[in-house]
């Protein structure tokens, strides 16, 4: 019974490269949470996602983040023209339905260059 | 808004020391409280969790109890051991419509020495 699965583990990318994080929720989960943790800091969500559907997006950066959840497939973070900033470790988590716990993917760690 | 505030650690204790994390909350409305674990390199565990005033939640000798009059949600364990050195997150939870994310804590890092 698989875990939320999150790929690449790590990911190392030069200043202007797009990052691409990967999710596959537990079999059964239909809602994804992405969320951003910083060094030394606790987790801040960032978007939350139904099948093909965006429901929130509050805590995603105005510029250069998306993310979707496809009909078939992970669900992608995507980050563009990476600054250093932009380095943290990024975990998805996944939920059968809203308002039930959130089970957390190892996470990937983000290393901008 | 919503709001976690930890208390700032690390904490190192001796193994079978007696543990407390203070966790306090600002929310509006009715939240549901969790504690998560994470130990290195790996993701969060829920470790447990309440979700209405006077619960307890428990798991693996770790308890937290729901106090409304105080906002608090303190984890506790009578005897640690050194597996439990990890991080540890407290986060709040309040489904309002589309609004379904958990606000954390800054976290704390344990330590338990031999």
């Known amino acids: 019974n698989a875990g939320v699965m999150q790929n690449p583990r790590h990911l190392v990318r030069r200043r202007g490269q797009e990052a691409r994080l990967r999710c596959s929720p537990m079999k059964g989960h239909s809602h994804v949470y992405w969320y951003r943790q910083l060094p030394e800091e606790g987790l801040k969500f960032m978007v939350y996602l139904q099948k093909e559907n965006i429901i929130d997006e509050s805590g995603m950066p105005k510029e250069r983040f998306s993310a979707e959840f496809p009909k078939e497939g992970p669900s992608i973070l995507r980050i563009q023209q990476v600054v250093r900033g932009d380095s943290a470790a990024y975990f998805c988590a996944s939920s059968p339905a809203s308002g039930q716990p959130q089970h957390f993917g190892d996470g990937t760690r983000l290393s901008i260059l | ?114």
């Open chain 2, 1 to 114: 808004g919503d709001s976690v505030t930890q208390m700032e650690g690390p904490v190192t204790l001796s193994e079978e020391a007696f543990l407390t994390i203070n966790c306090t909350y600002t929310a509006t409305g009715y939240p549901s409280l969790f504690w998560y674990v994470q130990y290195p390199g790996e993701g969060l565990q829920l470790l447990l969790k309440a979700t209405k005033a006077d619960d307890k939640g428990s798991n693996k000798g770790f308890e937290a109890t729901y106090r409304k009059e105080t906002t608090s949600f303190h984890l506790e364990k009578g005897s640690v051991q050194v597996s439990d050195s990890a991080v540890y997150f407290c986060a709040l939870y309040i489904s309002t419509g589309a609004n379904s994310k958990l606000t954390f804590g800054k976290g704390i890092t344990l330590s338990v020495r031999p």
